[in-house]
């Protein structure tokens, strides 16, 4: 792959000054047709061997095209904020919106391939790492994102050459360190392992460009003409009719992916009387509250996921958990319908932002599953985009988990005649009257269809490092026991596994 970059390729000066003014006016012709009619954004990666003119490349484009509406970001060595979630955080949050373009100087390829370089991991953990690597990148293009990835190479000559050009330039010297040059002793090992993943991640929808990068003039002119070409390509293909996507109906939903219906087996006769409830609920916030001060709690991330019917209960559960916590270590994040910047992104992008640091709660009312609950009802989504949903939320969650957190998911099930006399309480009690709404009684229409859609969620995201928690919430006494029952004993297991791995 990288001998093709290897050939000698050059522009002359002269030619590079007559082909630049015509190809920046043509970049910041189809930069501002994707701002007003693009609809997806443009993502431009930007890797590479050391020396090779990735940070020049990034100058290069800011000039040429509107700075406004070119989102840049160079990721160096990840801060202490971002150490305390998922490796795939920072990226996550850089996405550029619907309508820019984004140009990533360095990213989600770069920890693997010097985690292999440096023998930190095994070759079956890269394979694993670029696995996961395309399957973002498959989401990513499914949302809509245009993706293009540049690699600038140069041989080992060429690169030991442009250090020392760098090095003796008094201007630019500080831009070689100690840790340039040790790197460039692992050069053969560098273009062993970025050949191998560059091979396997380089798809249709993702696909990498080797760019030779000792020439300044020909690696500008060969990304500025890919990208222009690109983002012509696309534009031209999202302006034709017949390509447009159609959102499926609603009609067709309620015919079931599964036969599995864990819902059918709770048992809502569950209950818990109210002297009972008043002893555990002091015991289960007290455990909670200790679990929150423990020494090691500052090692932890928790995140809950509260999902259920309208009425459920999950407002009540998840006030009797911040009741047993310190305000200073949570967030409660309300998920109604996506603001204008939300829906610009992909629709995993505001729950990513939320994520909490280490020490911390973040409780979801409503979550990410709204892909495969209300936009799979209502008919927001289609089929084709709620089905992919579940295994990107799996891919999603296992990360929570890898990094450390604690992550608990809970369904809330009453039966459809507590969900009536709850809302009729509702509306006939003065402070309660904010809590229904006419589009809770438009969903109460649809409970076959909820319910069948949320059969189906819990059988296929309900993992081993996942579960999902079902809840029999007719009686809202013993639900909210048992959610701060489960919480507890999570975070205990993971307190456990901390202490027994010292």
Sequence with gaps: ????????????????????????????????????????????????????????????????????????????????????????????????????????????????????VRKRISRAQLDRAVEEINRFERMLADEGALILK?????????????????????????RVTR?????????????????????????????????????????????????????????????????????AQAAPLARPIDRADALARLDLSRKLPDGKYERQLEKWQGRLNRLSR????????????????????KGGAIRRITAALDARQYSVIPIAAPSDEERAHPYLWRFWCHLPRRGRFTIYDRSWYGRVLVERVEGFAAEADWMRAYGEINDFEEQLARAGGVLVKFWLQTSAAEQLRRFKERQSTRFKRFKITPEDWRNREKWPLYRRAAADMIERTSTAVAPWTLVEAEDKNWARVKVLKTLARAIEAKLEALCSAR
């Design 1 to 116: 792959m990288f001998e093709d970059a290897e050939i000698g390729h050059s522009v002359a000066k002269a030619a590079y000054r007559r082909q630049v003014p015509k190809l920046r006016a043509d970049l910041l012709d189809a930069q501002y047709s994707l701002k007003e009619n693009g609809g997806f954004p443009a993502i431009v990666l930007l890797g590479g061997v050391d020396g090779a003119g990735k940070g020049e490349m990034v100058n290069r484009l800011s000039e040429w095209m509107d700075p406004r509406h070119l989102h840049a970001f160079a990721f160096d060595a990840p801060t202490d904020e971002e150490r305390q979630r998922p490796r795939m955080w920072r990226y996550w949050r850089a996405l550029p919106p619907r309508g820019s373009i984004g140009v990533l100087l360095g990213s989600w390829y770069t920890d693997p391939i010097v985690e292999r």
């Design 150 to 174: 540049f690699w600038f190479h140069l041989s080992k000559k060429q690169q030991k050459q442009r250090l020392n050009e760098i090095d003796r330039d008094p201007e630019r010297t500080w």
């Design 179 to 247: 840790a340039h040059w040790r790197e460039f002793k692992r050069y053969d090992r560098y273009r062993e392992t970025s050949e191998r993943v560059l091979r396997l991640t380089s798809s249709a929808q993702a696909p990498w460009t080797v760019v030779e990068g000792a020439d300044r003039h020909y690696r500008e002119l060969t990304v500025g003409r890919t990208l222009l070409e690109a983002i012509g390509k696309r534009l031209a293909r999202a302006r034709a009719p017949e390509r447009r996507r159609k959102v």
């Design 294 to 313: 423990h020494k090691r709690f500052d090692r932890l991330s928790v995140t809950l996921a509260f999902e259920g019917m309208d009425a459920a209960g």
